[in-house]
């Protein structure tokens, strides 16, 4: 099975400040049709998950541009360009390229 | 507008039995994959299963923990998705949520408690 790993898992930030939260995947996730099914969610504190990104760097309709997908194989990033309040939550990786899919941690956002 | 709305949770004893149903509406449910997601209280998320559409076969697949315990299917004219729990753990205890295939839309969640 893939196994996902994000780091960091906690990551304080500044109000306005950039963030980063990587996720590593122990298989390239590049599927047999060229595609990487790499998806970064976002999870509020008692709320679903909401997808953020897709295949690796696709921005879901309604996502702020500040939020930016990047990476191939199997380094992938997520970038938050000046952080907000209501960007507080746990983000999420997941595969969707091998079966089982697989989901990384989570990494937890919140305002120092 | 796409809704998925769970049901069915609660409390269940260990080896018990329970069954979600996962009503949608705003899409064309037929014609979309659809997957079970579990997170276990203050965990993280982790993958169920998935039932394929109708005409991609509507086979489905699971992962290890709940292989041969838990059964997916689909009512295509009812809109709804199931999932079927047997032989509950007090691990299988989480917030289930069923999501569409690409997992762009989630729905709210129901929680299940297998507790003695």
């Known amino acids: 099975d893939v196994v996902m790993t994000q780091s960091p898992l906690s990551l304080p930030v500044t109000l306005g400040q950039p963030a980063a939260i990587s996720c590593r995947s122990s298989q390239s996730l590049v599927y047999s049709d060229g595609n990487t099914y790499l998806i970064w969610f976002q999870q509020r504190p008692g709320q679903s998950p909401r997808r953020l990104i897709y295949?690796?760097?696709k921005r879901d309709s309604g996502v702020p541009d500040r939020f930016t997908g990047s990476g191939s194989g199997t380094d992938f990033t997520l970038k938050i360009t000046r952080v907000e309040a209501e960007d507080v939550g746990v983000y999420y990786c997941m595969q969707g390229t091998h079966w089982p899919y697989s989901f990384g941690q989570g990494t937890k956002l919140e305002m120092k | 507008e796409v809704q998925l709305v769970e049901s069915g949770g609660g409390l269940v004893k260990p080896g018990g039995s329970l069954r979600l149903s996962c009503a949608a509406a705003g899409f064309n449910f037929n014609n979309v994959w659809m997957d079970w997601v579990r997170q276990a209280p203050g965990k993280g998320l982790e993958w169920v299963g998935r039932?394929?559409?109708?005409?991609?076969?509507?086979?489905?697949d699971y992962a290890a923990p709940v292989k041969g315990r838990f059964t997916i299917s689909r009512d295509d004219p009812k809109n709804t998705l199931y999932l079927q729990m047997n032989s509950l753990k007090p691990e299988d205890t989480a917030v289930y949520y069923c999501?569409?295939?690409?997992?762009?839309?989630w729905g709210q969640g129901t929680l299940v408690s297998v507790s003695s």
């Open positions: 295949e690796v760097s």
């Open positions: 039932i394929k559409r109708k005409t991609d076969g509507g086979t489905t």
């Open positions: 999501a569409t295939g690409p997992f762009d839309y």
